[in-house]
């Protein structure tokens, strides 16, 4: 729980961790799209990376669910605080909506979906070029509106960081305990090779 | 009321930065600045040449589709783990082409003929590969295939290819001098089924131990080679090569042995310009057999896309930059396809057919 108005440790380990998969993942995404040497090692990377991201978003809603997150400062604007929760929701949307659509368009376009190994997922929607068009169109598009919404959360949470200083962003980059300062002792003595 | 708080400058500054540095890093890995850089879209717009045919393949845009099956020899299981060499039989479906984007050429005309097959073993595993009548490639590298569409464009005020260009593009790329002699000196066999189709890209087997060895692989006809003259060439329907292929199977199903081809160390496993020399250890993993084919705007075929890169295991990709290029450029000419036919841009079978008739 958020005794603190923290996010516990298990929250901060998937946001960061998903952070830098999802980053990742976009990056990756219109990469492999565009590189002529790249595309079978990118695209070796993504199908397994994007089932993680989808499995990792469920376990994240699942946590939300039995952990709620602290509160927004009371002092935030209405109109913020409603495009907070709004992009947090959209967030999760497509956190879950672009794997399955990746998933979905690989089957529509009659193409295995190998995992790692050996491992493969099965069709998840019948081969029809109709479907898959519509698929890769959307996977597309909504890969370019998932790197917009996380730009948007990273110039929020830094305003919030830099600017509002409201304690927003400290609920997700620090444990919420204590901090140990350091004694007068360590002060007064420092270690010597600190010294000169 | 309190005074307002002076606006916090340098925090929103450095928020600003970090945002375009993102985004700018974005769109340079999505090709979007750096027009000089040859990505997969701007390599098949090469290939289109200003001209795309909607629905169509942009490159060996004309050809059947074929099914049959593959049953490996005795030896296959050996040479790699994949499941198509220890199961009995594979489903086999393909496609017959020619080379060229032009979805309405002559198919007698064409130096270059392709097989591209799609195996489905038991357990789910696909194979595919898109084989050429070539033994090796142009260019060594996807920047120079690129040099190479540029140059051949045909100069609109003569209807042919600038030959100052041209000579510019071969002194730069000397090793497409070798694909010119063979394309010159090679000689024309009567049909699909009599041609034999190389991988001409090197992969790497891996048995059931785990040992890897890079091979390249070809399919060759049972059929016995009959040429094709000049003038046959020059006299033949427009869709010869699909009649001739249809009347055949009427007559029986269509053999081909797969042999695979071991590198020796030093070969060159990444340029599929070079070929290797003969002498290298050959293997008759088995035969492909088909037995029917059906038009490739309403045969199973269409809605595929042969990436060479899409392998079962047992068989692994080589560092081959041409390979990785095909497997890019694959892609970007299935979604301009596949787009086309779902918007109904695609023209129907019967369609290709009385334009084809009509010429």
Request: aromatic share 8%; net charge positive; proline share 10%.
């Amino acid at each position: 729980m958020n005794r603190h108005g923290h996010f516990d440790a298990l929250a901060r380990l998937l946001h960061w961790g998903m952070a830098v998969l999802v980053m990742a993942m976009l990056f990756v995404g219109v990469g492999m799209v565009a590189s002529l040497a790249l595309r079978p090692m990118l695209i070796e990377l993504h199908r397994p990376l994007g089932i993680a991201i989808l499995l990792l978003a469920l376990v994240r809603l699942y946590h939300r669910w039995r952990s709620p997150p602290p509160p927004l400062p009371a002092d935030l604007p209405r109109p913020q605080a409603l495009a907070a929760k709004a992009s947090h929701w959209l967030l999760y949307a497509l956190m879950l909506a672009m794997p399955l659509l990746g998933w979905s368009m690989l089957s529509a376009g009659g193409y295995p979906v190998p995992m790692v190994g050996a491992l493969r997922l099965p069709a998840l929607v019948p081969h029809d070029p109709t479907l898959y068009a519509w698929l890769r169109g959307a996977h597309g598009v909504l890969g370019y509106a998932l790197f917009a919404l996380v730009l948007m959360h990273l110039a929020a949470a830094l305003y919030h960081a830099w600017v509002r200083r409201d304690g927003v962003f400290d609920a997700m980059a620090r444990s919420g305990r204590p901090r140990s300062m350091p004694s007068n002792e360590t002060v007064a003595e420092p270690t010597p090779r600190l010294q000169d | 009321m309190p005074p307002k708080p002076p606006m916090p400058w340098p925090a929103l500054t450095a928020i600003a930065i970090i945002v375009l540095v993102l985004a700018t890093a974005f769109a340079w890995a999505a090709g979007w600045i750096g027009k000089d850089r040859l990505t997969a879209p701007r390599l098949v717009d090469a290939i289109e040449g200003g001209k795309p045919y909607a629905g169509f393949r942009r490159a060996h845009s004309k050809g059947v589709c074929v099914a049959g099956y593959f049953e490996p020899s005795t030896q296959a299981a050996a040479l790699s783990r994949a499941q198509v060499f220890s199961q009995p039989r594979t489903a086999v479906q393909g496609r017959l082409s020619i080379g060229g984007a032009d979805p309405y050429a002559l198919d007698a005309q064409a130096r270059v003929r392709s097989l591209a097959l799609l195996l489905k073993a038991d357990n789910g595993q696909e194979w595919r590969m898109a084989m050429n009548s070539f033994p090796f490639f142009s260019v060594s590298t996807p920047a120079g295939f690129h040099k190479q569409l540029v140059a051949s464009r045909p100069d609109p005020a003569t209807g042919k290819p600038d030959p100052a260009r041209m000579a510019a593009f071969l002194a730069e790329h000397p090793e497409a001098k070798r694909f010119q002699a063979w394309a010159k000196s090679a000689p024309w066999s009567s049909s699909w089924a009599n041609t034999a189709y190389n991988g001409v890209n090197a992969f790497r087997f891996v048995d059931a131990a785990g040992r890897e060895r890079f091979v390249r692989w070809s399919m060759e006809p049972q059929a016995p080679f009959e040429p094709l003259s000049e003038a046959e060439r020059q006299q033949a329907d427009p869709d010869y090569l699909a009649e001739e292929l249809r009347a055949r199977l009427r007559r029986g199903p269509l053999r081909w042995n797969l042999v695979i081809i071991e590198a020796a160390p030093g070969d060159p496993i990444d340029d599929p310009s070079q070929a290797w020399p003969e002498n290298r250890p050959r293997h008759i993993a088995g035969v492909l057999v088909l037995n029917n084919s059906q038009p490739q705007a309403t045969g199973r075929c269409r809605d595929v896309n042969y990436d060479p890169t899409v392998v079962p295991d047992g068989i692994a990709l080589s560092g081959d930059p041409i390979l990785a290029a095909r497997a890019a450029a694959y892609s970007v000419s299935f979604n301009r396809r596949e787009r086309e036919t779902a918007r109904d841009q695609a023209p129907p079978a019967t369609d290709v057919t009385m334009q084809e008739v009509a010429r």
